[in-house]
T-cell receptor, first 111, second 115 residues
Framework: GEDVEQSLFLSVREGDSSVINCTYT??????LYWYKQEPGAGLQLLTY?????DMKQDQRLTVLLNKKDKHLSLRIADTQTGDSAIYFC???????????FGAGTRLFVKA | GAVVSQHPSWVICKSGTSVKIECRSL??????MFWYRQFPKQSLMLMAT?????????EQGVEKDKFLINHASLTLSTLTVTSAHPEDSSFYIC???????????FGSGTQLSVL
């Protein structure tokens, strides 16, 4: 079945850029998402990208999609301590129903 | 890793009937469970947060009498869609946290179709 994989941990210094990577297997993915989870809270949608795009920028966030390699990344510029959280990559296939989530990447931001 | 089992995977029901969806944590105690809803080609929408042994906290705009959530044990939460109507047709997914872990673990989702 479809799978989404991402690295478990990332540690960066405050002010540096963070890059969180994700790979997926579903070649029919139509939408790819990045969600943020803060401690004790549910998911918060950060950004999403359609599969016919290769880049999307939204303030400090840049999403890059390599559809050929089925690779998605999230870059956070000027990372702040408030960005410390778990980031989930997710994809939705054709039909737009079921969403498959990665296991989440824990971002630690050191002051 | 931790496993969250959600059942059923899909259900078709007649308008006016009630449907129960179960979410179980198989190898950890889920102190908090979340229920989400997803419409086609849209992102997940958090419906409610449920802590074991207490009433669920519903997000604004979600009818608590329509979507009944029970989290009676540390391994089971249920979502009951009461008197379902076609507009309730959607993909519902649960997630759970607990066992000393901060991360969320997701169920595989339930596709509900109301005829």
């Amino acid at each position: 079945g479809e799978d989404v994989e991402q690295s478990l941990f990332l540690s960066v210094r405050e002010g540096d850029s963070s890059v969180i990577n994700c790979t997926y297997t579903d070649s029919s993915s139509t939408y790819l998402y990045w969600y943020k989870q803060e401690p004790g809270a549910g998911l918060q949608l950060l950004t999403y990208i359609f599969s016919n795009m290769d880049m999307k920028q939204d303030q400090r966030l840049t999403v890059l999609l390599n559809k050929k390699d089925k690779h998605l990344s999230l870059r956070i510029a000027d990372t702040q301590t408030g960005d410390s959280a778990i980031y989930f990559c997710a994809e939705t296939g054709t039909g737009g129903f079921k969403t498959i989530f990665g296991a989440g990447t824990r971002l630690f931001v050191k002051a | 890793g931790a496993v969250v089992s959600q059942h059923p995977s899909w259900v078709i029901c007649k308008s006016g009937t009630s449907v129960k969806i179960e979410c179980r944590s198989l190898d950890f105690q889920a102190t908090t469970m979340f229920w989400y809803r997803q419409f086609p080609k849209q992102s997940l929408m958090l419906m409610a947060t449920s802590n074991e042994g207490s009433k669920a906290t519903y997000e604004q705009g979600v009818e608590k009498d329509k979507f009944l959530i029970n989290h009676a044990s540390l391994t089971l939460s249920t979502l009951t869609v009461t008197s379902a109507h076609p507009e309730d047709s959607s993909f519902y997914i649960c997630s759970a946290s607990g066992g000393g872990q901060e991360k969320l673990f997701f169920g595989s989702g339930t596709q509900l179709s109301v005829l």
